[in-house]
């Protein structure tokens, strides 16, 4: 499935009123650690028909950082059912992706 560029206007939407676990990815343009997770969270997103994958510019959509707490850049929240279910910052393999989402 192709990630979705999530803002403050779609996110109710396409977050919490999915019937599939979204996978959120908070990131910005300027930064290092973001430009290496984002190909990977790419795979995921393109290899997983069963999630929705999300990308967050934080630059762009600060209230939404804002309202999970996102101190730190990269950082993947998985929401289910309109809820956080997990969560992790920094770059992380792809393993550890997978593992968030089960």
């Given amino acids: 499935m192709a990630v979705i560029e999530i803002t403050e206007e779609n996110f109710r939407q396409e977050v919490l009123e999915s019937d599939k676990p979204v996978l959120l990815d908070f990131w910005a343009t300027w930064c ?4 290496m ?3 990977v969270v790419d795979e995921v997103a393109a290899e997983r028909a069963d999630i929705k994958v999300g990308k967050v510019n934080v630059d762009d959509c600060p209230d939404l ?3 999970f707490g ?5 950082t993947l929240i998985v929401i289910k059912d309109g809820q956080q279910t997990n969560a992790s910052v920094g770059v992380i393999p792809k393993a550890k992706i997978e593992a968030l989402l089960a």
Avoid: D
């Avoid at 290092?32 to 430009?35: D, K, S």
């Avoid at 996102?70 to 990269?74: C, D, E, N, Q």
């Fill in 32 to 35: 290092g650690p973001c430009r």
């Fill in 37 to 39: 997770l984002s190909p």
């Fill in 65 to 67: 950082a804002a309202q």
């Fill in 70 to 74: 996102v101190s730190s850049i990269p």
